[in-house]
C-alpha cells in the first residue's frame, strides 16, 4: 500500500504519512514495516525477518541492523 504510493508521493516518507492515518498506524512504526518489506522483499540489504526471529532479538523489531550487529 504504501509502496505503491512512493512515486505519486515523491517519497517513502510522505506516502508513509499520507497511508498511517488511513491504516490506524503511528507513522513510525508504519516507516518500520515498509523499511523490513523491503528487507524482505531484497530490496535493501539487511537482515531479513526470518533472519532476525532466527538471532531472537529482544522484542524482534522489524528493524535494519548493520551487518557488524548479528551474532
Known amino acids: 500500500m504504501v509502496l505503491d504510493r512512493v ?3 515523491g517519497s517513502v516518507t510522505k506516502a508513509v504519512a499520507v497511508v498511517a492515518p488511513e491504516v490506524e498506524v503511528g507513522r513510525g512504526t508504519l ?12 530490496l535493501k540489504d539487511c ?3 526470518e533472519e532476525l526471529a532466527e538471532m531472537k532479538w529482544p522484542g524482534r523489531l522489524a528493524v535494519c541492523r548493520p551487518q557488524f550487529w548479528q551474532r
Request: proline share 0%; glycine share 6%.
Open 7 to 9: 512515486e505519486e508521493a
Open 31 to 42: 516507516r518500520r514495516w515498509v523499511s523490513q518489506r523491503r528487507v524482505d522483499a531484497g
Open 47 to 49: 537482515s531479513t525477518s
